[in-house]
């Protein structure tokens, strides 16, 4: 196939030794070959450079720098984003990987569209790579949604993983690049909410990325903080325009009712992460609070919190056990099944 159109991806990385060379191996072996990796690496102390080395293609470029963590993750992007040459922006993580066909499918689908991002399924493995779930299940309900009803659900939640995410590079830097607030320890939420002010997003259904859980990563070992960002749509919502508020409120009944909602059901959340964390007054507080304003189910969550809060009871086993059974059950109709499915 013809391959016109520069893609620039970033990947950040830190302490990925495990994982990078799939991710890299993933990069190499897309059928769309005209691409650029800028893997920017935090000041990595394990084996991370000395895998990226090993790999003799003069499309990837390593940057080194001293570590700043995550509260810096903007300065990062943007630091790579300079550097991208591409017409498009991929991202994708140095613990995550791709399918071989992702950048032919995805790039075909924008060079024939308005739309300034392009994202869909991402396949959820362990550290060994084996599927633990797809999300989300279906595509189909974000195609046809135009620009206001597609940031009207984005307020609510986020479907898209950033390692299915391609956008424009022109689009990107209209809003300034990369955006991460003070509140946030990671970029994608601020940056996809400012994105889509300014136009379209295009779902496709195919699986686009792999997304690996497992223990080191951010969104394990920052629990309390993930939550708390997660109320940057709150803010952001509110910051808006009223005229823009008002054209978002007429796509999805209720919206301000349920931003409160996922603001008072955070609590729970909080307070899960603060028994993890052995904040034990900060959790009670917050599971008190979920009590009081939260809705029925998330109530009996909260009291379940209290429980094993004051009886030494293990909560995180319950919760992984419901979330495994959860997995299990969403995943049933996907294991087996091709990774395009």
């Known amino acids: 196939m013809t391959n016109s ?11 990925h030794e495990k994982f990078i060379g799939q991710c ?3 990069v190499l072996a897309q059928t769309y070959s005209n691409w ?7 000041g990595s102390d394990d084996k991370t450079p000395e895998i990226v080395s090993l790999y003799n293609d003069n499309r990837i470029k390593f940057i080194r720098q001293n570590h700043k963590g995550i509260w810096k993750l903007g300065e990062m992007y943007n630091k790579a984003l300079q550097l991208a040459e591409g017409d498009y922006i991929a991202i994708l993580e140095g613990d995550d990987f791709w399918p071989s066909n ?3 499918l995805q790039i075909a689908a924008m060079d024939c569209s308005d739309a300034v991002l392009a994202w ?14 797809i999300l989300p299940k279906s595509i189909k309900q974000f ?35 990369f955006r991460q607030s003070k509140y946030t320890p990671y970029v994608d939420g601020p940056t996809w909410l400012q994105l889509c002010l300014i136009g379209e997003f295009l779902p496709i259904d195919k699986v686009l990325g792999c997304y690996r859980r497992h223990n080191q990563q951010i969104s394990s070992s920052m629990k309390a903080s993930m939550i708390k960002a997660g109320l940057y749509s709150i803010e952001f919502f509110n910051n808006l325009p009223q005229v823009v508020q008002s054209s978002l409120e007429k796509e999805i009944a209720d919206l301000r009712v349920k931003l409160k909602q996922k603001e008072r059901n955070s609590y ?3 307070g899960r992460a603060y028994l993890r964390e052995g904040n034990r007054s900060l959790a009670r507080k917050n599971f008190l609070e979920a009590i009081w304003k ?29 979330d495994r059974l959860k997995a299990k059950i969403n995943s049933r109709n996907f294991l087996g099944r091709k990774v395009d499915e």
């Open 5 to 15: 159109s520069l893609v620039s991806i970033i990947t950040p990385t830190y302490n």
């Open 24 to 26: 890299l191996e993933s």
């Open 36 to 42: 650029e990796m800028i893997i920017i690496d935090d």
């Open 102 to 104: 992702k950048l032919e």
């Open 120 to 133: 869909g399924k991402a396949q959820n493995v362990d550290v060994q790579g084996e599927t633990l779930y």
């Open 143 to 177: 195609q046809g949604l135009s620009k206001e009803q597609f940031l009207a659900l984005l307020l609510l939640y986020n479907p898209m993983h950033s390692c299915t995410v391609v956008c424009s590079k022109k689009a990107l830097l209209s809003i300034g690049g």
């Open 268 to 270: 729970y959340y909080l």
């Open 294 to 322: 939260g809705d029925s189910f998330t109530r009996s969550k909260s009291m379940l919190g209290l429980l094993c809060l004051y009886c030494g009871i293990d909560l995180e086993m319950i919760a992984e056990f419901c």
